[in-house]
């Protein structure tokens, strides 16, 4: 017996290495390699493109069944339906006021560089704007319209995030109305969690071949030209972002959590990176929800706020319609005074909200906005035409940036969040497990006591049998 000892203690301490780390150091070549490619033989890298786009799909395909999974868990979990609707509610009233912050922004720094002015409007280029102007955005009552999916699976066929929200929370109060008869349903709905995770983390492998062909078509088709003559307002819009990210939601998490951004930053690295090389916040969308509830936010505070504010909390779009459209009227020699330019970003800030879930919704929006509410101005969307997807990157890392954060002040103002975790998961104790994206000693669907509702127990305390279920 004593012989056999040191023979099996070894096997009992190994840990597992963590080759997702090698996944993202391929995708950073993959981005200079993409960078190289369209600079140096642009035709044929605008060719790569279906690479890009069919990355982001896959990643795509998997946000309705996470969502709908991660809400239904959360919210079947909650005994009191009152919760649910305050967590949705200071959400809210939390994007709209973050909305009107970005918007006033970029109104100062627009009207601050005046980056527009000497700039020539060409007959392609009016064309070019007019063409941008997209049938897909819908007014408000429509949209409101439009998150009620035809029928119940439908929203899970089609796609659309907000339509498998609503489909969600009813089923969530569903089954918290079913009391103990719901709790087979609900560790159903856990396991298929597991399996969607499991899947998204198999997709993830091909991210090096989607960032190698998403930045090679953007480089290649934009080229240097277009970035020289456009210098000024991309690199502003690109500073205002970091200001905003930064200094703005740094100090409100700061004040309001007391953790430091550049923290909760680092802890998302692997997201942003997957963001600047796909030019699209919808493929970090499930990695967000899964590190979220790893960080210490509760599920029905993650499930509600992530993907409410993927569609309604668009930091980013909100800084870029500010700037981009002070930007036209400068260069289309038609300056709008502060009076003019009010009510247009009070629109457009509505007129975001119709065009949620658009492919190219930050262009799309502004086109449409501006032909609605001020036609002169939609000639001159050609102009940003040309680095719209340059800038959509800082639109995307900041919407990215803006929707973490209400995530940690959401569950901070609701008390759903696990202090001491957040802290330890920051200093790199508790770390994500990228194997299959779910913390699985929290996954439980009713880990409370006997005759003990969660509100009263408040956050779980991390178990000792944690790691080896994790191990497990």
């Given at each position: 017996m004593a012989a056999s000892t040191p023979e099996t203690?070894?096997?009992?301490?190994?840990?597992?290495?963590?080759?997702?780390?090698y996944l993202y150091i391929a995708v950073i070549v993959a981005v200079a390699l993409g960078i190289a490619v369209g600079l140096i033989w642009p035709d044929a890298a605008v060719e790569l493109k279906p690479l890009g786009t069919g990355f982001v799909n896959l990643i795509k395909m998997m946000i309705s069944p996470i969502i709908f999974c991660t809400i239904v868990l959360g919210i079947g979990s909650v005994r009191k339906a009152a919760k649910v609707g305050a967590v949705g509610g200071i959400a809210l009233g939390y994007f709209l006021v973050m909305s009107l912050v970005a918007l006033a922004i970029g109104l100062v720094v627009g009207n601050v560089l005046h980056p527009g002015e000497g700039l020539h409007l060409t007959e392609a280029l009016r064309q070019s704007g007019h063409a941008q102007v997209s049938s897909e955005a819908l007014p408000p009552v429509d949209f409101v319209l439009?998150?009620?999916?035809?029928?119940?699976?439908?929203?899970?066929?089609?796609?659309?995030?907000?339509?498998?929200l609503l489909v969600a929370l009813l089923a969530g109060f569903a089954l918290q109305a079913l009391g103990s008869a719901g709790q087979p349903v609900l560790r159903g709905v856990e396991h298929v969690q597991r399996l969607v995770f499991r899947v998204l983390s198999m997709v993830m492998w091909a991210a090096p071949v989607g960032a190698f062909g998403a930045i090679a078509a953007v480089v290649g088709s934009a080229g240097l030209d277009a970035l020289k003559s456009l210098a000024v307002l991309m690199l502003g819009f690109y500073l205002t972002c970091v200001l905003?990210?930064?200094?703005?939601?740094?100090?409100?998490?700061?004040?309001?959590?007391?953790?430091?951004?550049?923290?909760?930053?680092?802890?998302?690295?692997?997201?942003?990176?997957?963001?600047?090389?796909?030019?699209?916040?919808?493929?970090?969308?499930?990695?967000?929800?899964?590190?979220?509830?790893?960080?210490?936010?509760?599920?029905?505070?993650?499930?509600?706020?992530?993907?409410?504010?993927?569609?309604?909390?668009?930091?980013?779009?909100?800084?870029?319609?500010?700037?981009?459209?002070?930007?036209?009227?400068?260069?289309?020699?038609?300056?709008?005074?502060?009076g003019e330019q009010i009510p247009l970003l009070l629109f457009l800030l509505l007129a975001s909200k119709g065009a949620a879930g658009v492919s190219?919704?930050?262009?799309?929006?502004?086109?449409?906005?501006?032909?609605?509410?001020?036609?002169?101005?939609?000639?001159?969307?050609?102009?940003?035409?040309?680095?719209?997807?340059?800038?959509?990157?800082?639109?995307?890392?900041?919407?990215?940036?803006?929707?973490a954060v209400a995530t940690v002040l959401v569950g901070t103002w609701t008390k759903e969040i696990d202090q001491d975790r957040v802290r330890r998961v920051l200093a790199g104790e508790l770390p994500f497990d990228e194997t299959t994206l779910l913390d699985e000693g929290r996954v439980a669907v009713d880990d409370t006591e006997p005759g003990e509702t969660r509100e009263a127990r408040g956050p779980r305390e991390p178990r000792e049998n944690d790691e080896e279920l994790a191990k497990a």
């Amino acid at each position: 017996m004593a012989a056999s000892t040191p023979e099996t203690a070894p096997a009992a301490a190994r840990v597992k290495r963590d080759r997702t780390h090698y996944l993202y150091i391929a995708v950073i070549v993959a981005v200079a390699l993409g960078i190289a490619v369209g600079l140096i033989w642009p035709d044929a890298a605008v060719e790569l493109k279906p690479l890009g786009t069919g990355f982001v799909n896959l990643i795509k395909m998997m946000i309705s069944p996470i969502i709908f999974c991660t809400i239904v868990l959360g919210i079947g979990s909650v005994r009191k339906a009152a919760k649910v609707g305050a967590v949705g509610g200071i959400a809210l009233g939390y994007f709209l006021v973050m909305s009107l912050v970005a918007l006033a922004i970029g109104l100062v720094v627009g009207n601050v560089l005046h980056p527009g002015e000497g700039l020539h409007l060409t007959e392609a280029l009016r064309q070019s704007g007019h063409a941008q102007v997209s049938s897909e955005a819908l007014p408000p009552v429509d949209f409101v319209l439009s998150i009620i999916p035809t029928t119940f699976v439908s929203a899970f066929t089609e796609g659309q995030v907000l339509q498998t929200l609503l489909v969600a929370l009813l089923a969530g109060f569903a089954l918290q109305a079913l009391g103990s008869a719901g709790q087979p349903v609900l560790r159903g709905v856990e396991h298929v969690q597991r399996l969607v995770f499991r899947v998204l983390s198999m997709v993830m492998w091909a991210a090096p071949v989607g960032a190698f062909g998403a930045i090679a078509a953007v480089v290649g088709s934009a080229g240097l030209d277009a970035l020289k003559s456009l210098a000024v307002l991309m690199l502003g819009f690109y500073l205002t972002c970091v200001l905003f990210v930064f200094v703005v939601l740094g100090a409100l998490l700061r004040i309001v959590a007391g953790l430091n951004v550049f923290s909760l930053c680092r802890y998302l690295a692997r997201e942003f990176l997957l963001i600047l090389s796909t030019s699209s916040s919808e493929s970090a969308l499930p990695r967000l929800i899964a590190k979220m509830e790893h960080l210490g936010v509760s599920k029905p505070v993650v499930g509600i706020t992530v993907p409410t504010g993927y569609s309604f909390n668009l930091d980013g779009t909100m800084i870029y319609m500010t700037m981009a459209s002070l930007y036209i009227a400068d260069a289309l020699g038609t300056p709008m005074s502060v009076g003019e330019q009010i009510p247009l970003l009070l629109f457009l800030l509505l007129a975001s909200k119709g065009a949620a879930g658009v492919s190219g919704a930050g262009l799309a929006t502004l086109a449409g906005g501006l032909q609605s509410h001020k036609p002169a101005l939609v000639d001159g969307v050609g102009l940003i035409v040309g680095i719209d997807r340059f800038m959509s990157e800082a639109r995307a890392l900041t919407n990215f940036a803006g929707n973490a954060v209400a995530t940690v002040l959401v569950g901070t103002w609701t008390k759903e969040i696990d202090q001491d975790r957040v802290r330890r998961v920051l200093a790199g104790e508790l770390p994500f497990d990228e194997t299959t994206l779910l913390d699985e000693g929290r996954v439980a669907v009713d880990d409370t006591e006997p005759g003990e509702t969660r509100e009263a127990r408040g956050p779980r305390e991390p178990r000792e049998n944690d790691e080896e279920l994790a191990k497990a």
